[in-house]
């Protein structure tokens, strides 16, 4: 069992950044891709980013927050970070973690365990 608390959500101008963080508790954490995921108004859920277990595992990421976005993990302190630049108004959704068996399972949306979800609103 894992159970994912995300922060850092918040209010930001355009071009601005912010680091989303999500702590994870459960033995089992670091047997496990995460992910983030968000979920803009009027729109389906769309994953955003996602990484291996090892702490310098592969990532991967959505076409439109690649160069701007980067995810990392500490598995010692068992979280993953979302580390968010050059921000736009089009990346406001609320962001959830993830925790999957697979980077690809986490990249078409299967996921074993979501967290509540933190809100993110870029300014024009």
């Known amino acids: 069992q894992v159970q994912l608390v995300e922060s850092g959500g918040g209010l930001v101008q355009t071009g601005g950044s912010l680091r989303l963080s999500c702590a994870a508790s459960?033995?089992?954490?670091?047997?496990?891709?995460m992910g983030w995921f968000r979920r803009a108004p009027r729109k389906e859920r769309e994953f955003v980013a996602a990484i291996t277990w090892g702490s310098g595992g592969i990532t991967s990421a959505t076409d439109s927050v690649k160069g701007r976005f980067t995810m990392s993990r500490d598995n010692a302190k068992n979280t993953v970070y979302l580390q968010m630049n050059s921000l736009k108004p089009e990346d406001t959704a609320v962001y959830y973690c993830?925790?999957?068996?697979?980077?690809?399972?986490?990249?078409?949306?299967?996921?074993?365990?979501w967290g509540q979800g933190t809100q993110v609103t870029v300014s024009s």
């Open positions: 459960g033995r089992s954490f670091g047997n496990y891709a």
């Open positions: 993830a925790a999957g068996t697979t980077v690809r399972a986490l990249q078409v949306g299967n996921a074993d365990y």
